[in-house]
């Protein structure tokens, strides 16, 4: 499903435009987007909790060389889905 489907998907189910539920969703990833840059958490319970992980600094190789070289430190955004969504997804 890509972000069209989605939208449709959205206004159909709430009974609402596709003008307003594409304004939803883009609220919606804009508030996690900034929740996240400020390394906070997003959890929806029975769903799932966006967070960031942080990643240390690591040494890795240049596939084409062969050569070592560093691998800076930073941070991903992460997902783990709720215990309701898992269930749902596996029955």
């Keep these: ?25 883009k609220a919606f990833t804009d508030v996690v987007a900034e929740e996240l840059k ?10 799932g909790t966006f967070e960031v992980t942080k990643r240390a600094e690591r040494e890795g190789r240049n596939p084409q060389s062969g050569e070592p070289m560093k691998i800076a430190a930073s941070k991903a955004p992460k997902f783990k889905a709720g215990k309701a969504l898992k269930d749902m997804v596996n029955a």
């Design 1 to 25: 499903m890509n972000k069209t489907e989605l939208v449709a998907a959205m206004a159909d189910q709430a009974g609402i435009s596709k003008k307003d539920a594409e304004k939803a969703l």
């Design 38 to 47: 400020k390394d906070g958490k997003v959890q929806l319970v029975g769903f």
